[in-house]
C-alpha cells in the first residue's frame, strides 16, 4: 500500500464557476510532479501583471512563449514535509535559482523551483535544428538538472512548503520571473505506465478534463541534461 498526502485542487468548472476540492491520492513522484513546481511567492506573468502564484484563480490568463495570453483551468498545490515519508526522497527537495544565472535577467529574482519544475532551453546538442523553426531545438529540462552547487543551489526545506502547478487549455511554456517554464501536462503514454485503477485516481485530481486526450499535445519534447549530454558526446 502506497503512501497517501493529501492534495487541494482548484478548477474551473464548464459553467465559469471556480471548483474546489480536496484529494487524497498516492505521495509517488507521478503524482506529486503535478503539484510540486513552484513555491510559494513565484511571481507569474499574466495579461494583467504579475501575480505570486498564491495569488491566481482559474479564469485568469497567463502570458505564454507560444500561444498568446491562455487561461487557467487548473491549480494544484501541495506541503512538502522535509521528514514525510516518499517514494522518491527527490520529492522533498527543492531548487533555489539565482537571479541572472541563465543571463540578465532571467530570472529576475532568485526563483524557489519544485521537483515537479522543468524549463525550457536550447541545448548545444540541437542547436544545430534552430534554423529549421523558431522553435525547433529546444526542449523542457527539469530544473534539478541544473544544480550546480553555485547559482543553481538544491535545498532541504528546514519547515513546510506550499508548491504550487498549474494547468492551461493547452501545454505551453509560462513566464516565471523570466524564465520560460513548462505548464503541467502528464506525459505521453502515461496509461502505459500505470495501471487503471491508477490512472483512475489521477485523472480524478483534474475535474476539468475526462481523458489523458485532454491535455493535448506537448509544446514541446523533454529531455534530461544526461540524455543530452549523450547526445553530445555521440
Not at 177 to 206: K, Y
Request: some cysteine; glycine content about 8%.
Amino acid at each position: 500500500m502506497p503512501v497517501m498526502r493529501r492534495y487541494e485542487v482548484s478548477s474551473l468548472g464548464k459553467n465559469g464557476d471556480i471548483v474546489e476540492s480536496r484529494h487524497v491520492a498516492p505521495a509517488t513522484s507521478l503524482f506529486e510532479s503535478a503539484f510540486s513546481a513552484f513555491a510559494r511567492g513565484t511571481l507569474l506573468t499574466t495579461s494583467d501583471g504579475l501575480c505570486a502564484i498564491e495569488d491566481l484563480v482559474p479564469g485568469m490568463k497567463i502570458e505564454t512563449v507560444e500561444f498568446g495570453a491562455r487561461p487557467v483551468l487548473w491549480i494544484g498545490s501541495m506541503t512538502i514535509l522535509p521528514e514525510a515519508a516518499s517514494d522518491d526522497p527527490e520529492q522533498t527537495r527543492m531548487t533555489r535559482i539565482m537571479a541572472d544565472t541563465f543571463g540578465m535577467g532571467r530570472p529576475m529574482a532568485d526563483v524557489m523551483a519544485g521537483p515537479g519544475a522543468r524549463m525550457l532551453h536550447r541545448p548545444a546538442a540541437l542547436r544545430e535544428l534552430q534554423g529549421k523553426g523558431a522553435r525547433s531545438g529546444q526542449v523542457f529540462t527539469p530544473v534539478a538538472d541544473f544544480e550546480d552547487g553555485m547559482s543553481a543551489i538544491r535545498i532541504t526545506p528546514p519547515r513546510p512548503v506550499t508548491v504550487y502547478h498549474l494547468c492551461l487549455d493547452r501545454h505551453a511554456s509560462i513566464k516565471v520571473s523570466g524564465l520560460d517554464m513548462e505548464s503541467f501536462h502528464p506525459g505521453l503514454g502515461l496509461e502505459q505506465r500505470i495501471g487503471p485503477n491508477a490512472l483512475s485516481v489521477f485523472l480524478s485530481l483534474f475535474p476539468h478534463i475526462r481523458s489523458l486526450d485532454d491535455f493535448g499535445p506537448l509544446a514541446y519534447p523533454r529531455a534530461s541534461l544526461a540524455t543530452l549530454d549523450s547526445l553530445t558526446a555521440a
